[in-house]
């Protein structure tokens, strides 16, 4: 499958409902598609670097504090499967809307929170916002884009926002922290979703409804599933993997995961389709993307690190820092999707998920020596080029696995293991770190992280050329049949 291809197949995706049109605005509404699925993205990165101001000014404990963070990922990774379900439902449009003003009021909240319980439990009201509008976004964009050049460029963009959204976070929270203070990360995202539901109730098509029985033991179990997994993952970062909080996680976790089976066996209208799961060519693509965003967390998260704890830059500085990563993928982003319909996407996602491979090595030369110049600058441009290489195949392939009229359900189960894959990476990672800084120091304990990292996307690339093997490369004229759609990335 190409871009191309992907674009011009819609046979996934539910019929747009005319009649509640209410002005013509394509262009306008593929941007509140575009912006709010960059809004989601960034807010799961946007809080890192004001974390020191928040606990001075909150007085969070030590411990407390990666609860500003943990919230949003437990009620986001927690609530997606069921919300995805509930979106074809109600239909996108509304879900994305309702989701949106959720996520404002959140915001809200944890702007102007007297006290870390306030701000924890906003966060938490994000994460819900976020797992109910998240979905629609997808489904939106295919949804109110015509065949063809139309939508390989909505899409592109959609991938861009995806793919950039973790180091625009980290940018924009350290530029907002430095100059107006830590209450404008959360303060930044009112204006933003109010624009983004009067553009959505202005300029995008409502879906048809699809008309099911929800399925209340799979939402529930699910739901808990999903929660004490992240939760585990998390918990295992900061206290270990033998504390008695991560193994009862991850025994609930199990225990929630193999009652869904039986559950979602016997329901007509599941809200996780086992059949995801029972072959190779739908299992494999869910792991890839389980892998790439947990390696991908170790560049965010570890440069950030080294840039203030090592090199001594303030906020703004460290998001400055990711700014040639972002430069070099939007670059590279305008690039992919004029050379997808030629080369394949076989080709291409090797070539991405290879470039990561080599930038996070790259990067796992860092020292105490090292400079910005010297150790950062140039695998940050290797990585922004790979990642520009990687979402588009990745998630077009990701989504051509999708039988015909499940691409909802298979938009929240991706974007439920990029969640775990994130909480994964967190928790391997940090517990490595946290290891090798105890003998060798922080700047030993940073690279050394970032080359256990490398093996995420190392996985990611094996299972990527053993699949791609399956899939016939289509190049030229044969671009323009397939059954695709994106998937949305986090």
Avoid: C
């Amino acid at each position: 499958m190409t871009t191309t291809e992907l674009s011009q197949n819609t046979s996934n995706i539910p019929a747009v409902t005319t009649r509640r049109r209410t002005l013509r605005g394509p262009a306008l509404g593929l941007i509140v598609v575009f912006i709010t699925q960059l809004m989601l993205v960034v807010d799961a990165s946007i809080v890192n670097v004001a974390l020191p101001d928040v606990q001075k000014e909150l007085h969070f404990s030590p411990t407390d504090l990666s609860w500003v963070v943990t919230a949003y990922a437990l009620a986001f990774g927690g609530l997606i499967l069921l919300s995805g379900k509930i979106g074809s439902i109600v239909g996108a449009r509304l879900a994305l809307i309702v989701g949106v003003a959720v996520f404002i009021v959140a915001s809200a909240m944890g702007g102007f929170a007297p006290t870390p319980e306030v701000l924890v439990a906003a966060r938490v009201l994000q994460g819900v916002g976020a797992a109910i509008a998240a979905p629609s976004t997808l489904v939106l964009l295919v949804a109110n884009t015509t065949e063809g050049e139309n939508r390989a460029r909505a899409m592109s963009l959609f991938v861009l926002a995806a793919g950039s959204g973790g180091a625009i976070g980290l940018i924009l929270g350290g530029f907002l922290t430095t100059s107006f203070g830590w209450e404008w990360v959360m303060f930044v995202n009112v204006p933003i979703g109010i624009l983004i539901v009067i553009g959505a109730a202005l300029f995008l098509h409502e879906t048809d409804r699809v008309p099911a029985k929800l399925d209340f033991g799979g939402a529930a179990v699910s739901t808990i599933g999903m929660v004490a997994l992240v939760y585990g993952f998390t918990r295992a970062a900061s206290h270990g993997w033998t504390d008695v909080q991560t193994i009862v996680s991850f025994v609930v976790a199990i225990a929630a995961l193999v009652s869904l089976i039986f559950i979602e066996r016997r329901h007509t209208s599941p809200v996780v389709q086992l059949h995801f799961f029972s072959r190779m060519r739908t299992v494999t693509p869910l792991l890839g993307m389980l892998l790439v965003p947990a390696g991908m967390f170790g560049f965010f998260y570890f440069v950030a690190l080294f840039t203030q704890h090592v090199l001594g830059f303030d906020p703004l500085g460290t998001g400055l820092a990711l700014l040639p990563f972002v430069a070099s993928m939007l670059v590279t982003n305008e690039i992919a999707p004029r050379i997808l319909p030629r080369i394949g996407e076989k080709v291409i996602g090797v070539a991405g998920l290879s470039g990561m491979v080599i930038g996070l090595i790259w990067l796992g030369q860092l020292s105490a020596s090292s400079t910005f110049l010297s150790g950062i600058l140039g695998p940050a441009i290797v990585l922004g080029i790979s990642a520009g290489l990687t979402f588009a195949p990745l998630t077009s392939i990701a989504m051509d696995q999708a039988p015909k009229g499940e691409v909802s359900a298979a938009s929240s189960l991706l974007q439920g293991m990029q969640q775990l894959g994130g909480s994964i990476g967190v928790a391997v990672l940090t517990t490595v770190f946290i290891s090798v800084t105890a003998i060798s120091g922080e700047a030993h304990g940073i690279s050394t992280t970032l080359l256990i990292g490398a093996a995420f996307p190392a996985a990611a690339l094996v299972l990527f050329a053993i699949w791609g093997r399956r899939i016939p490369l289509k190049t030229g004229d044969e671009a323009g049949e397939g059954n695709a759609a994106p998937v949305i990335m986090h």
